[in-house]
């Protein structure tokens, strides 16, 4: 009985927390229904999400936070998945504390690092003029503000590929010191025993990374608003000028757009459990 009184109490910091963010995402998806009482708004409407999802502006910001987040989580994914399997041969822990550093640094520092190895003067571009290999800065691709993205989508990989590593690791070095060892008793080379043993145990987890990567990406305002074009705004973004707007009774529309990413990211989460929960279903032979 103590045990759990002890537990519950232990759950009570999380517990106010979780009621916080849930009454704040209420509010934001209230008033992006129009009821502000401030502005003499209370009578809810759908007025304003008819016009941010019928907003061309809108619909291309969308499509860049999407690209933005889809091609972070997947090439984040891909290539931390290659370091973890690195990570997990080789074992070296001063190799675990070095793949930490990136995700304890900010991405407003990160922004920095991006700008002054990928911009049309930075050290690349340098190097490249130095090596004969471009004749003036115009030359180096341009990689930062781009509608692309392809400069936030940097600034995410150097961040989240350890993060997939590192979020992956404990359970890849498991199985491969059970099962991948087992294969490999059995006759299976090391690679196929990574292919058709490793790997596939560990996809939950490397799912798990690729949708929190999914998902921070999607709403995240710091990189995109450093790095990102200024037309289209990615959606975090143009939501938050919206926001800022001087003319208050424009507020419900930039809430309706906050409501947008919210709506749309909880929509993401579920199916993408969906798909992970029969993919482990799978992996278990079919057992319900």
Known sequence: MRKRSTGFLLLLPLAAITLLVLAACAHVVAQGLGVVPAFGLEEPTIAYFAAVLTDGDFLASLSVSLRIAALSALLSAVLGTALCAALAA????????????????????????????FSQTGLLARLAWAMGLIGEAGDFPQLLYTPQGWGVVLAYLWKEIPFVAYFTLALMVSVSATLGEAAENLGASPLRSFFTVTLPLSLPAIAKAGLIIFLFAFGGYELPLLLGATVPKALPVAAYQAYLDPELTRRPYAMAMFSVILLLSVAMAGLWGLAARGLERRLEGGRP
């Open 90 to 117: 080789w074992r070296r822990r001063w190799a675990l504390y070095l793949v930490r550093l990136p995700i304890l640094v900010p991405h407003a520092v990160v922004a920095l690092f991006t700008i002054t190895l």
